[in-house]
């Protein structure tokens, strides 16, 4: 299991305007995921999503707070005892053209880490060769087809099948997709979501997803956890469903509201939430975070800011003073 107990990270911009500013990518996010299970962060792009992906799979520290992996507290070790509990959680990311290099083939890509991983075992040439074929197999390609290509020679689901058999290279318990499916085409998506569904259920991996599509989020772990993120703070955690199906945060009304209706097939949620305002960084940050966005704010809310709780008649644990179930998600016409 890894395990985030108030997870602290802000950036300090640069430049001659803005130098000094200081930009809270993260605001206390505590979290959750189970050997095997899966979680979604969702949120609109800059409210921290990434950042914290970025900070589970070891890419970036973290200013306070506590990541365990295994029951293991990262804080208290040297980076390079840290490095194999990393190594267990490998990034999957959102660009499949810049993630592979121009100049490797699709062989040599695969042997760095399985060169490293053999060294560790004391595996040989042939086994890094026969693994090599078995995660290609695994995401779906034919390794006499793909094996001696270079990036630009495959379409951009080819490429990112290539960076998930990358990532399976060192037998990894999670794997952290960052938007994996935003820069490829639209009938190739479910193809890789399929296939991240897939590896959970075979190998027993864990997926965290990260995504701005509630859709997606919902197909890759219709059981597991699901995270709405607004300017670093968790304001809304509940099991998927429940949080798409009776939403009452208006900031996950707001986003369940903007998801595009089937015209003809069907109806929009009865009470949609539109924000009044766009996303403002510079505003104050006392009270609640959504205030100046928000139709239902009040003076507590600019005054005070509510913290992550589960109140009465409310499954989910949100941040919200007067959490209120609405109407916002499209109905199928042939249930009306």
């Not at 991240?196 to 772990?221: C, M, N, P, Q």
């Amino acid at each position: 299991m890894i395990t985030g107990n108030g997870i602290t990270k802000t950036f300090r911009q640069r430049g001659s305007v803005l130098a000094g500013r200081e930009v809270h990518a993260l605001r206390g996010v505590d979290f959750a995921i189970a050997k095997g299970g899966s979680a979604s962060f969702i949120g609109e792009s800059g409210c921290g999503k990434t950042t914290l992906g970025r900070i589970i799979a070891g890419l970036e520290t973290y200013d306070a707070g506590e990541i365990s992996i295994g029951g293991t507290p990262m804080s208290g070790l040297k980076p390079k005892q840290r490095q194999p509990h990393f190594r267990k959680i490998q990034m999957i990311h959102q660009d499949p053209y810049s993630a592979l290099n121009p100049t490797r083939t699709v062989h040599q890509t695969l042997q760095a880490p399985l060169a490293l991983r053999a060294k560790q075992t004391g595996r040989s040439r042939q086994w890094m060769d026969e693994r090599a074929a078995e995660v290609l197999s695994l995401v779906g390609l034919d390794p006499d087809t793909v094996l001696s290509r270079y990036p630009h020679q495959l379409s951009g689901g080819m490429r990112q099948r290539v960076v998930i058999a990358r990532a399976l290279t060192v037998d990894p318990e999670m794997l952290v997709a960052d938007e994996a499916v935003s820069m490829i085409d639209v009938s190739l998506r479910l193809g890789i979501l399929a296939l991240l569904k897939d590896l959970r259920e075979r190998l027993g991996v864990s997926v965290l997803f990260i995504t701005h599509d509630v859709a997606t989020a919902r197909y890759i772990g219709g059981d597991s956890e699901l995270y709405v993120i607004y300017r670093g703070q968790v304001v809304e955690r509940g099991p998927v469903d429940t949080v798409i199906a009776d939403p009452v945060h208006p900031y996950t009304q707001s986003l369940l509201s903007a998801i595009p209706v089937l015209h003809g097939l069907e109806l929009p949620g009865e009470q949609p939430v539109v924000p009044l305002a766009s996303l403002d960084e510079s505003q104050p940050d006392t009270g609640c975070l959504f205030t100046r966005r928000c139709p239902f704010h009040t003076d507590r809310c600019a005054g005070e800011r509510p913290l992550l709780r589960v109140t009465e008649d409310v499954p989910q644990e949100h941040a919200c003073f007067y959490p209120e179930r609405r109407s916002v998600v499209a109905r199928p016409m042939s249930e009306v």
